[in-house]
């Protein structure tokens, strides 16, 4: 007689086994996501499962009743103390006796987890480096003199099958306490990065742990540090915040940080107590907010610019500021919290910052590599993640390129007369009607367009406070749509324009936006600084891509994905009437939201995933802004709007 049939479902997968076998144990064998944390002792629940009865003509099996063994002790003691749902089994209880077909529900398969990502869902294996095992461990024996240690190692190896085990000092201290009271069983949270050797214990607790632990992902930016507080269990985000860049106030952007670091003796190690600072507070506050103590973090992630990398790890970013742009490293890096005194998170928690592709592309470039995956696309890619500086990536199945452009912060709003961070207030759309050269605009926080009825009510608690990046690329787009701005980037008189809206101001004009009241803030306009500022921060953007495009030997791309915060609020259809990108079927231009953070995500989520993006580095083609005469070349004639030689067709059509 053949052994009964075991299907799980939703994943359809199936296989026969001889009766008496636990649906963990099957479900193992079969590669079903099935959880369990206390290694099928009774104790977790994690492994709960929904055994379905009656006729399944679609399998060809009838599910009788008894299909599965009745309820043992185990389960029983574990309903009578916490109650298992109803029609729910434990998985490493209940064991085959017929034909069987099970469900796993949702909350019991961890090995799933589906990142959000603002053009298309991305599913990743969760696979962290640091999980949680309980294990019993035998008593010591004055027979058999061994540490309390080793035998905890040889019990994780013989009821988990996990190899050496190591145990920073101050973890050691509390072991023997934690192993008497829990009777001689812990639950340790055991950490593995893909290139250790062995398994290092972060955190032990007596008995059966009912807690979490989790993990940040920080994407560490010039201006904003980010971060993910990720449930390392299944990969859900608990909370999310990001914080100012303390450092600004050493200087707007990289270079200028570099230079401070070279003209003040000891400027880079205060810079880089300033970002740690600001960590181990973006730490406390995110523990806060999800309401977990700062000890539940065991793992930090982060991804950065190369100054950011040397400063976060405490080393003086002088050589990144001249040719050859030599990095101290260029491999990602795994430590301990501590060695960076970052001290928000658990004493033992481990860091993993992702590789460098260059000295100009960091590790910032990688997650956004990590996270878009160019090297998967049939069709060529161009990804431009847009910040102060922008990091730009070009490629297909065949072959990838990066390098980086120094746009500057006026895509931030910096650099602008009436430019502000994106925040409630700053005009963030802007129309402007060819025929009456007459604006429209919304602000962040309203709905409701300058134009409309409601609009006053709309703003009456922000105001209307300045203009953010994405509102000066449209204005200037917009200027140009309406023939109020040429090629060149210059705006003419009222009298040559035919509006009021245009005021002298010295020898050159502006365009007034928004005329203020007392109440609603200040006047806003649109000044030939302004748009001279946001020319040389497209021409560098646009520079950048040409650049890669030429070693690849190519006029136009496929695909445009805008990352970064920043790129997830342009319109496609304004940065390239502006000449910010290559031209491309508008449909053809999405955004990625920010890419970085995500890559971050993956990287913390998934331990195969900082072994792939290592591979995908070594593998990426590094083109150097800085030292190549053709960027300039292309610089220059990227001044116009939209270029001076290259030619929009799909922008016409
Ligand atoms: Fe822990 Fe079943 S695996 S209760």
Redesign the pocket.
């Known amino acids: 007689m053949t052994d009964p049939l075991v299907i799980f479902t939703p994943s359809g997968k199936r296989g026969h086994f001889p009766v008496g076998t636990p649906v963990?144990t099957a479900a193992r064998q079969l590669g079903v996501d099935l959880d369990?944390?206390?290694?099928?002792?009774?104790?977790?629940?994690?492994?709960q499962v929904s055994p379905s009865y009656g006729e399944f003509s679609k399998h060809g099996v009838t599910v009788q009743p008894d299909a599965l063994s009745a309820w043992n002790s185990v389960e029983e003691r574990y309903d009578n103390i916490r109650g298992l749902p109803k029609g729910r089994r434990?998985?490493?209880?209940a064991t085959v006796q017929s034909d069987i077909v099970i469900d796993v529900p949702a909350e019991s398969q961890v090995h799933r987890q589906v990142v959000r990502k603002a053009a298309s869902d991305r599913v990743i294996t969760m696979d962290p480096a640091t999980k949680l095992y309980y294990v019993q461990v035998a008593e010591p024996d004055m027979h058999e003199p061994t540490g309390d240690f080793e035998r905890l190692g040889e019990a994780l190896t013989a009821q988990w099958g996990i190899g050496p085990t190591t145990a920073p000092l101050p973890v050691m201290r509390r072991l023997q306490p934690a192993l008497r009271k829990g009777k001689w069983a812990v639950t340790v949270a055991l950490h593995k990065g893909h290139r250790d050797a062995q398994h290092r214990v972060l955190d032990i607790w007596p008995g059966f742990h009912e807690g979490r632990i989790y993990g940040l992902a920080i994407d560490l930016g010039s201006t904003t540090i980010a971060a993910h507080l990720t449930d390392l269990r299944n990969g859900s985000v608990a909370a999310s915040a990001g914080i100012m860049n303390p450092q600004i106030r050493f200087g707007e952007d990289l270079m200028s940080r570099v230079s401070y670091a070279m003209m003040n003796p000891g400027g880079d190690v205060e810079m880089t107590d300033a970002v740690r600072t600001a960590i181990d507070t973006l730490t406390v506050d995110l523990a806060g907010q999800a309401g977990i103590e700062p000890d539940q973090i065991v793992e930090a992630v982060f991804v950065c610019n190369p100054v950011m990398h040397h400063l976060l790890l405490g080393i003086d970013p002088v050589e990144l500021g001249q040719a050859p742009f030599a990095l101290a490293t260029s491999n990602s890096i795994s430590l301990d919290a501590t060695e960076l005194n970052l001290s928000g998170m658990n004493s033992a928690a481990r860091v993993f910052i992702l590789p460098c592709i260059a000295g100009h592309v960091g590790a910032d470039a990688a997650a956004v590599a990590l996270s878009e995956e160019p090297d998967k696309s049939d069709d060529l890619v161009l990804i431009v993640d847009v910040g102060t500086n922008a990091e730009i990536l070009l490629g297909d199945r065949s072959r990838v390129l990066a390098c980086s452009s120094p746009t500057g912060p006026a895509f931030e709003g910096a650099q602008i007369s009436s430019g502000q961070r994106a925040a409630p207030g700053a005009i963030e759309r802007v129309e402007i009607n060819p025929d009456t050269k007459e604006p429209r605009f919304r602000v962040i926080g309203s709905e409701v367009w300058s134009d409309e009825p409601g609009f006053d009510e709309a703003i009456a608690t922000t105001g209307v406070t300045g203009i953010c990046g994405s509102g000066i690329i449209e204005a200037v787009a917009e200027l140009r749509m309406a023939g109020l701005l040429d090629s060149k980037g210059l705006m003419g008189s009222a009298e040559q324009t035919g509006t009021e809206r245009m005021l002298p101001e010295g020898r050159t004009h502006s365009y007034l936006l928004y005329d203020g009241t007392a109440e609603n803030g200040p006047k806003v306009t649109v000044t030939q600084g302004d748009i001279r500022a946001i020319q040389l921060a497209k021409s560098a953007l646009y520079a950048g891509a040409r650049l890669l495009m030429d070693e690849m030997g190519v006029d136009t791309v496929d695909r445009v994905v805008l990352a970064g915060a920043f790129g997830a609020h342009i319109s496609p259809k304004h940065a390239m009437v502006l000449g910010m990108i290559p031209d491309a079927d508008l449909d053809k231009v999405t955004s990625a939201g920010n890419a970085a953070g995500t890559g971050a995500r993956i990287a913390l989520c998934s331990v195969a995933a900082r072994d792939r993006i290592e591979t995908l580095v070594r593998n990426i083609t590094k083109v150097e802004t800085a030292i190549e005469p053709k960027f300039q070349e292309h610089f220059v004639n990227a001044n116009a709007v939209p270029h001076a030689t290259d030619p929009f067709p799909k922008l016409r059509a």
């Open positions: 963990l369990s944390v206390c290694g099928g002792r009774g104790i977790c629940s994690k492994c434990l998985g490493c209880q």
